[in-house]
C-alpha cells in the first residue's frame, strides 16, 4: 500500500515522545576531514527539531564502524556505503572477518562517494601505476578506505610499498611533509581535507581509464564509474575518472516503525539543509541500495520513501 504524504507526516507526528524524551538515540559518525562528520550532526540536529528526538553522537572511523557500532549496540543510527554494507551483509572483506552482519537497515539514500587519489605534484605521481611501491593514505580505520581500497587497487595491479590509515586532516598534513607518497580518500567530492590542501599546493589527481574503471567493477560489489568534473578542486580543469559507491543511512534492525519513518522523514523534508553541509547531497538521489538486492531497508523508512515518490 502506497502512502500519502499527509499519512506519513502523521506516523512520524504519532511517535510517542515520553518513550525518548530523557533518552538520545546514538549516531556513529565519521572523522574530521571527511564527509560523514558534516552530514551527521546536521541530520541529527534535524531529527531532534522535527521529530523531538534527542541525538548523541559518537566519533568513528566511518562506513564499517558505524555498522560495527549497531552490530555491538553501541549506536542505532549510522551511515555506510553500498560497497561496505555488501560486504557486511555477505562476510566478504578482511574487516569482516567471514561475519554476516544482519542488525543494520539502511534508512534513506544520502550521496555519491567517489575515490579520490592525489599526490603531490613533486613527486611524479600521475597515473594509478605510479602509486605501485608508494606508502598511501587511506584515511581512517573503521572507513570506506580501509575496508575496500587494498582489494580495489589490487584488482587493477597497484600494489604499494604499504597502507596507511590515519584522519583525513593528519594525512594529508603527512603526504605534503613528504611522509606519504599519496592519499587516497573515498568520499563524497571534494573531501574537505583534499581540498583545504588544494588551494595552497600543486596536487596531482590521480584517474582511472574506462577499463581500469569496469576491472573495479567487475571485483569489487557497489562499486562503479563515477566521474570528477573539471572544477572540483582547484586548479583542475578537465574532467577526471573514477570509482565510487553510493552513501546511505542506516539505523538499527530493531527500531520501531515509526521512529525509523520520523528520522528519514526529517532527512528527506530537509535535503536542502543537508546539501548545505555536503553539496554532494543536493543531487538526484540514487536508488541503488534498493536495486542492490543485497542491503534491505527499514520498514518504516521504505513506507517514507515510497510515499514520497507518490
Request: hydrophobic content about 50%.
Amino acid at each position: 500500500m502506497r502512502l500519502s504524504r499527509r499519512h506519513l507526516l502523521g506516523l512520524a507526528a504519532a511517535l510517542p515522545a515520553r518513550a525518548w524524551a530523557d533518552a538520545a538515540l546514538v549516531m556513529g559518525t565519521g572523522r574530521p576531514g571527511g564527509s560523514y562528520a558534516l552530514y551527521g550532526p546536521v541530520w541529527g540536529r534535524l531529527v531532534e527539531a522535527q521529530a523531538g528526538i534527542n541525538v548523541a553522537y559518537r566519533a568513528s572511523g566511518g562506513a564499517a564502524s558505524d555498522i560495527l557500532l549497531i552490530e555491538e549496540g553501541a549506536a542505532q543510527l549510522g551511515m555506510t556505503t553500498l560497497s561496505v554494507a555488501v560486504q557486511a551483509c555477505t562476510g566478504t572483506g578482511n574487516w569482516t572477518a567471514g561475519a554476516v552482519f544482519k542488525n543494520f537497515r539502511a534508512l534513506f539514500p544520502m550521496f555519491p562517494s567517489v575515490l579520490q587519489i592525489v599526490s603531490p605534484r613533486r613527486t611524479g605521481m600521475v597515473t594509478l601505476a605510479g602509486l605501485s611501491g608508494a606508502v598511501i593514505g587511506i584515511g581512517p580505520d573503521g572507513g570506506s578506505g580501509t575496508a575496500a581500497l587494498p582489494a580495489l587497487l589490487a584488482s587493477v595491479g597497484v600494489i604499494p610499498a604499504r597502507f596507511v590509515s590515519g584522519d583525513y586532516d593528519m594525512q594529508v598534513r603527512e603526504m605534503l611533509a613528504g611522509g606519504l607518497g599519496a592519499c587516497a580518500f573515498i568520499g563524497a567530492p571534494p573531501v574537505p581535507a583534499i581540498y583545504q590542501a588544494a588551494l595552497h599546493q600543486r596536487l596531482s589527481l590521480i584517474g582511472f581509464s574506462e577499463a581500469e574503471s569496469a576491472q573495479v567493477a567487475r571485483t569489487s560489489p557497489g562499486m562503479k564509474r563515477m566521474i570528477l568534473p573539471a572544477g572540483v578542486f582547484p586548479g583542475q580543469s578537465t574532467d577526471v575518472g573514477s570509482v565510487g559507491t553510493e552513501n546511505f543511512a542506516i539505523g538499527a534492525a530493531g527500531l520501531p516503525d515509526a521512529v525509523a519513518a520520523a528520522v528519514t522523514l526529517a532527512a528527506m523534508k530537509n535535503r536542502a539543509a543537508l546539501a548545505a553541509a555536503v553539496p554532494a547531497a543536493s543531487g538526484a538521489l540514487s536508488a541503488g541500495v534498493m536495486e542492490s538486492g543485497v542491503v534491505a531497508y527499514h520498514p518504516g523508512a521504505l513506507a517514507v520513501l515510497k510515499g514520497m515518490q507518490g
